[in-house]
Nanobody, 125 residues
Framework: QVQLVESGGGLVQPGGSLRLSCAASERPFSNYHIGWFRQAPGKEREFVAT????????YYANAVKGRFTISRDNAKNTVYLQMNSLKFEDTAVYYC??????????????????WGPGTQVTVSS
């Protein structure tokens, strides 16, 4: 069982940037596709971005495409989410999640087995 821990959240002004990190406990980390999801107050959890085990395939939600970049460093067991040009509507708890490479990479949250506790991102002036 892999354990995930997110970090890097915080308070940022509109137009600012943050980089989230997702650190995993299990080796080899390359056994998993890793996704980022978010949940705003009163809303359902939604897909943000995902990256394949090798880093060669990425998908983004339309709402973040062109502003967010997902990447991974398997040697460090870490996945990153670089968030630029942040907007008020990006405010949410951000979660990373792991999907076994037994399955094809997917954007649906129900396909992810292991989840971190989340990190709060607040975009406010």
């Amino acid at each position: 069982q892999v354990q995930l821990v997110e970090s890097g959240g915080g308070l940022v002004q509109p137009g600012g940037s943050l980089r989230l990190s997702c650190a995993a406990s299990e080796r080899p980390f390359s056994n998993y596709h890793i996704g980022w999801f978010r949940q705003a107050p009163g809303k359902e959890r939604e897909f943000v971005a995902t990256i394949s085990w090798s880093g060669g395939v990425t998908y983004y939600a339309n709402a973040v495409k062109g502003r967010f970049t997902i990447s991974r460093d398997n040697a460090k067991n870490t996945v990153y989410l670089q968030m630029n040009s942040l907007k008020f509507e990006d405010t949410a708890v951000y979660y990373c999640a792991a999907q076994s490479t037994v399955h094809l990479i997917d954007t649906r949250l129900e396909k992810y087995t292991y989840w971190g506790p989340g990190t709060q991102v607040t975009v406010s002036s």
